[in-house]
């Protein structure tokens, strides 16, 4: 039926300079070989007279209806390149370094398609079997609505969220376009979202969405920003950094369905050894250099990351004395051991905020031991000093500071708990595939929302305030204060004696949290961490840096037994 429609015409199609034309489901012409519309029609023939009425062909507006709802065909990589845009942007609102996005983020990016051989390249890996040709033009929308388009720029600014319109650096030809569709599946938005899948599976380094915070990251440290991995994720967590649900910011040609969520849906927060670890493993595999030096006057070296802990800590100052001491005693303030350098691939990759909170624990280990005993004599001595000494400067009482950290960081917790109970995994945006699913779709979800809305009011349930602005300070404490709750001004009188032109501990005593140290290629750590195996008082230190940095404990311990084992000297056998 389709031929005897189309069989007396015979023009060549502008585009291919074929003769091979279909029909649509409106009525129109189109190329079968590059799918290329025309405003010709189907000619209907009625008997039925109806006078003063003529058929007319479709109007222009219903092309670019039918593009919207059908949706643009697209790579999962140019899904990952408008999520890291709007990653870097959140970041540039925080305060982060203009250049970050375009000049730095952006090349690393592009240095990265290349290396994976998705793009900036002769033959994609992903299309190999297609006819490939790459251009640098701009793509008419109007003229060819459905062209694929891998987009390319030469800064993330360039970038508009029209993926379409944008300047590309890999166009698919004609031919490769028609076999894309081809091939492409029913079950995905996106043209090689099954494909792209499977390879990750195989165990290669494509993207994923941790992968883009270890994309934003390694940006932040090659600035040397005031920006640590922990801050970062936190960022994300509460809500400042696109991440969960980023998908949702597609342009609505971007139809996304399938195995696409597998790919962008995320179901649960970043996890900071995951990011660190890919981190490192780009660094590798885009051959970059050695970063800029991390010096004793940036921000991520271990003695001014040890001012921001103990003052969020609320411990006193005097304590920043001895963790320099120990940094140095270590040479973990050196340069060589801080500045990141992909190339040397037996060097550790420092984790700057784990190091700084380790070293602070070590120093109160130091000086209070913290075996469930000598903290709290110390601390019942001390108590009894500042009640008859009220006027001079106070010690530090380590019982006194375990209670008002405990409630607050307790009420911090359960503030935590409430936000992630409250956290909607669900996309909030509809998402919908045509626009006869639009209408049904909306209406559905504003049934949700009034639900909600009036089980909320039945229960009484508050209305979540509002987001606040983000801070590198989670705990906040000012000697200002008259409750006395702040003990950055308190003295270490207690714990400390002279010896000769020093300052010594008068606790002489020191225990190790392990006696060997494991083999981490076979074990997969240095060491296990067990809560019942240890005091009290190291638990609770412990898990005060723990909810600072949003981490593990049983990470920080980890650094803890290798500061010990470097502090001592001690040279034990491993498992």
């Known amino acids: 039926m389709e031929e005897e429609d189309t069989r007396d015409y015979s023009e060549p199609c502008v585009q ?33 007279v109806v006078p003063n009425t003529k058929i007319q062909s479709i109007s222009r507006g219903f092309r670019k209806r039918k593009k919207i709802d059908k949706g643009w065909e697209w790579y999962v990589c140019e899904g990952f390149q408008y999520i890291l845009k709007k990653q870097a942007e959140a970041l540039q609102t925080l305060g982060v370094c203009p250049q970050m996005k375009d000049e730095i983020l952006c090349n690393f990016w592009r240095r990265y398609l290349q290396k994976s051989k998705q793009a ?48 590309s650096f890999g166009h698919v030809s004609s031919i490769g376009k028609a076999s894309a569709r081809e091939t492409t599946s029913i079950c995905s938005g996106s043209v090689d979202g099954g494909s792209y899948l499977l390879k990750r599976k195989q165990g290669n380094l494509r993207m ?36 969960l649900n980023a998908f949702q910011y597609f342009p609505e040609e971007m139809k996304l369905y399938g195995v696409d969520l597998k790919i962008f849906r995320v179901e649960s927060w970043p996890v900071y050894e995951d990011v ?78 784990v190091l700084a909170a380790a070293t602070i624990i070590v120093v109160l280990k130091l000086l209070f031991l913290l075996d469930d005993q000598y903290e709290w004599l110390n601390a019942n001595f001390a108590g009894k000093r500042n009640q008859k000494n009220k006027e001079g400067c106070l010690w530090f009482d380590f019982k006194k500071w375990y209670k008002i950290i405990k409630k607050s960081v307790d009420m911090e917790q359960k503030k935590l708990d409430e936000e992630r109970a409250r956290c909607l995994w669900k996309c909030e945006k509809p998402l919908f595939y045509s626009a006869k699913e639009k209408s049904v779709v909306l209406k559905k979800r504003q049934m949700v929302v009034n639900l909600q809305r009036q089980f909320g009011a039945l229960s009484g349930s508050m209305q979540v305030a509002e987001k606040q602005s983000p801070s590198s300070f989670q705990l906040n404490w000012t000697e200002e204060n008259t409750d006395g709750n702040c003990f950055h001004g308190h003295i270490l009188e207690g714990v400390l004696q002279e010896k000769g032109n020093s300052l010594t501990t008068m606790n002489t ?51 803890v037994c290798l500061i010990e084992h470097k502090l001592f000297k001690t040279k034990l056998p491993r498992k």
């Open 16 to 48: 291919c300079s074929v003769v091979n034309w279909g029909l649509t489901d409106e009525g129109r012409f189109y190329c079968k070989s590059c799918h290329n519309v025309i405003e010709r029609t189907k000619e209907v023939l009625t008997s039925d």
């Open 120 to 167: 900036y390249c002769t033959t994609p890996a992903s299309y190999t079997s297609k006819t490939l040709s790459i251009y640098d033009v701009s793509t008419d929308v109007d003229s060819e609505p459905e062209r694929i388009s891998i987009h390319g720029l030469s800064s993330f600014s360039e970038s508009d969220g029209d993926l379409q319109t944008e300047s």
């Open 208 to 243: 994923s969405m941790p992968m883009t915070l270890s994309f934003c990251y390694i940006a932040l440290l090659w600035l040397r920003e005031p920006v640590t991995l922990s801050d970062l994720l936190r960022f994300v967590i509460d809500g400042h950094i696109p991440y």
């Open 276 to 353: 660190h670890n890919k981190m490192s493993e780009l660094a590798a595999f885009l051959d970059l250099p050695c970063f800029p030096a991390i010096t004793d006057s940036c921000f991520l070296h271990p003695n001014i990351l040890c001012i921001k802990y103990l003052m969020e800590a609320n411990l006193p100052d005097e304590l920043h004395n001895w963790t320099c001491r120990v940094v140095k005693k270590i040479n973990v303030g050196e340069t060589d051991f801080l500045t990141l350098d992909p190339v040397n691939k037996s060097a550790r990759k420092v984790k700057y905020d």
């Open 509 to 559: 005593k020191y225990w190790l949290c392990t006696v060997k140290l494991c083999n981490e290629k076979i074990c997969g750590q240095l060491t296990h961490y067990k809560e019942s195996d240890f005091p009290q008082s190291y638990q609770f230190v412990l898990n005060l840096f723990s909810f600072l940095l949003r981490v593990p404990a049983s990470l920080i311990h980890e650094e």
